[in-house]
T-cell receptor, first 112, second 111 residues
Framework: GENVEQHPSTLSVQEGDSAVIKCTYS??????FPWYKQELGKGPQLIID?????GEKKDQRIAVTLNKTAKHFSLHITETQPEDSAVYFC???????????FGTGTSLTVIP | SQTIHQWPATLVQPVGSPLSLECTVE??????LYWYRQAAGRGLQLLFY??????ISSEVPQNLSASRPQDRQFILSSKKLLLSDSGFYLC??????????FGPGTRLTVL
């Protein structure tokens, strides 16, 4: 199966600074990599994703990069705001098993 | 547009009591459906997934079961709850593409 590792587990940044969260995966058959934001007491919300045939994708202040050779992908948040504070999860989709494999989450705190 | 519903939102049950959590999806047909549990902390544990009516795959052996009686309905059940069943239960759906979307979740406390 697939193994997804996520770092760091906690991250604090000053408002306006950038935040970077990194994930690695083990199975080269994984072909889709979403990122989720989860606020307290709510379900995870899909914020950005990337497919294996793309190296980078950007949506306003959020970007994701993928290095297939090294089997790692990262979430970049620029100009962070207090409302970015949440737990972020990465995931890898292994089409052979029809399943998502999740990282253990990163608790991001943006300090005003 | 597609939406996903879960109920109840919160539930407090005694040990040994039965459980039934329901998830329904609107605005789509033949989705893949998933049940996850999130214990205190953050990790997401896949419990069951279904690719169609009556088709259930179990990922973790436990005292929970799942059923899919209709195309857009996914039910999580237990005959006798354990203390360790407490957690945040999330239903998710995936259309015949890649994206997966989560419902609002059910907070279950077993006392």
């Amino acid at each position: 199966g697939e193994n997804v590792e996520q770092h760091p587990s906690t991250l604090s940044v000053q408002e306006g600074d950038s935040a970077v969260i990194k994930c690695t995966y083990s199975d080269s058959a994984s072909n889709y990599f979403p990122w989720y934001k989860q606020e307290l007491g709510k379900g995870p919300q899909l914020i950005i994703d990337i497919r294996s045939n793309v190296g980078e994708k950007k949506d306003q202040r959020i970007a994701v990069t993928l290095n297939k050779t090294a089997k790692h992908f990262s979430l970049h948040i620029t100009e962070t705001q207090p409302e970015d504070s949440a737990v972020y999860f990465c995931a890898a989709f292994l089409y052979t098993g029809n399943q998502f494999y999740f990282g253990t989450g990163t608790s991001l705190t943006v300090i005003p | 547009s597609q939406t996903i519903h879960q109920w109840p939102a919160t539930l407090v049950q005694p040990v040994g009591s039965p459980l039934s959590l329901e998830c329904t999806v609107e605005g789509t047909s033949n989705p893949n459906l998933y049940w996850y549990r999130q214990a205190a902390g953050r990790g997401l544990q896949l419990l069951f997934y279904s690719v169609g009516i009556g088709q259930i795959s179990s990922e973790v052996p436990q005292n929970l079961s799942a059923s899919r009686p209709q195309d857009r309905q996914f039910i999580l059940s237990s005959k006798k709850l354990l203390l360790s069943d407490s957690g945040f239960y999330l239903c998710a759906w995936r259309p015949r593409g890649n994206e997966q979307f989560f419902g609002p979740g059910t907070r279950l406390t077993v006392l």
